[in-house]
């Protein structure tokens, strides 16, 4: 695992080279360690492979400091969870943008648990608090997962609802372990570790900057089954948590407010606009994710289905890995997207997948 890690560092600092191409090369190589071994012309075949990556790819710089973040995972006994394991959250690793590699410091599992992103303003009002504090109590018999951002106001609200209620809370950083931020949460450190804990993809030493609060929000909303907005002004983060989320598919929910109120504009638009389903008590979102329905006796997969190579290879895919984005398909099942869809459809009617909201099929 240490010698992967070490790749996986190291590919990571390779300039040119994002979380999502990074993906594309190792699911082609077959590992990290194999991309840094893949011969030039081979390499040269992947569309996007610049002559700067490639030179990029030889530079001694980037292996001397993936073992100076090795030397720091170690010491401060980090957890690190790859994209490809097990461990890796399966809503996460839905998202063709999400990290190859994330830093964990705490005790939770996102394995066959409900997770529920709360976000918000960082200057909410008293009556973003009480309802904050009272849709996590309401929840808290359904036994979520809270996940929110670590910052003022809606977030850590979020947060400590969660320790109050007995649930897990994990606090998605913007930052390296290293730094914590803001530096008056510091106090709450201990508490969420012991009830859930923090996740990060930024290295130990990297501090808090500007553009990385996107690249966290990223993480915030791909994480959960749902993101619930509490309050927002016209302009903030937590919209921009909404918007990845409606790219990812995923349910989005705002508090209304009214249309006077500062810190209810950006709520009050996600719905106008559609971008979120308005909610006004706890049961509403209990309801809308269908909570309360019992879950339906599986139907058994037909048997005895002649599928040819490409759909068998698709089959295999889907029951190593359950349910999965199309385009996630497509990539590590190496079959054109195009055709993807129509080998989806001709498994469909024989009645061996079944199709799901924003483009995500599971076998049936």
């Avoid at 993480?219 to 016209?234: F, R, W």
Wanted: with cysteine; aromatic share 10%; net charge negative.
């Amino acid at each position: 695992m240490e010698e992967n890690l070490r790749y996986v560092l190291a590919l990571q600092k390779v300039k040119g080279i994002g979380d999502t191409y990074a993906k594309k090369l190792i699911n082609y190589c077959g590992s990290a360690k194999a991309v840094f071994e893949e011969k030039e012309k081979d390499l040269c075949k992947i569309n996007g492979i610049t002559p700067n990556i490639m030179k990029n790819l030889k530079n001694p710089e980037i292996f001397q400091k993936a073992e100076e973040e090795l030397k720091f995972i170690e010491q401060n006994n980090i957890q690190t969870v790859y994209f490809e394991s097990e461990e890796y959250p399966d809503n996460l690793k839905q998202c063709l943008d999400s990290p190859i590699l994330l830093f964990k410091d705490g005790n939770f599992d996102f394995k066959d648990r409900k997770t529920l992103s709360i976000v918000g303003t960082r200057n909410m009002t008293s009556n973003g608090r009480i309802f904050c504090q009272e849709l996590v109590e309401e929840v808290a018999s359904y036994d979520p997962i809270i996940v929110s951002g670590f910052a003022y106001g809606v977030d850590i609200c979020a947060h400590l609802a969660a320790l109050d209620n007995h649930l897990k809370t994990v606090a998605v950083l913007a930052h390296g372990f290293g730094h914590i931020y803001p530096k008056v949460h510091k106090k709450y450190v201990n508490k969420i570790n012991d009830c859930g804990g923090f996740l990060t993809d930024f290295w130990y030493e990297m501090t808090p900057q500007r553009e990385f609060f996107l690249s966290r929000n990223r993480i915030v909303a791909g994480i959960s089954d749902a993101v619930i907005v509490i309050e927002s002004a016209e302009k903030g983060g937590s919209l921009a948590t909404a918007e990845i989320a409606n790219s990812y598919q995923k349910d989005v929910f705002a508090v209304p407010g009214r249309v006077s109120d500062k810190f209810s504009v950006g709520c009050n638009n996600l719905i106008k606009n559609h971008k979120a389903t308005m909610i006004t008590s706890p049961s509403d979102l209990i309801k809308a994710l269908k909570w309360d329905e019992k879950k339906q006796k599986p139907i058994q997969k037909m048997l005895f289905v002649n599928l040819d190579e490409d759909e068998q290879k698709i089959f295999d895919f889907l029951e190593e890995n359950g349910m999965q984005l199309l385009d996630l398909i497509s990539l590590n099942c190496d079959i054109p997207i195009h055709k993807v869809a129509s080998i989806l459809l001709n498994l469909e009617l024989k009645g061996v997948i079944r199709p799901l909201p924003g483009k995500m099929f599971e076998l049936a």
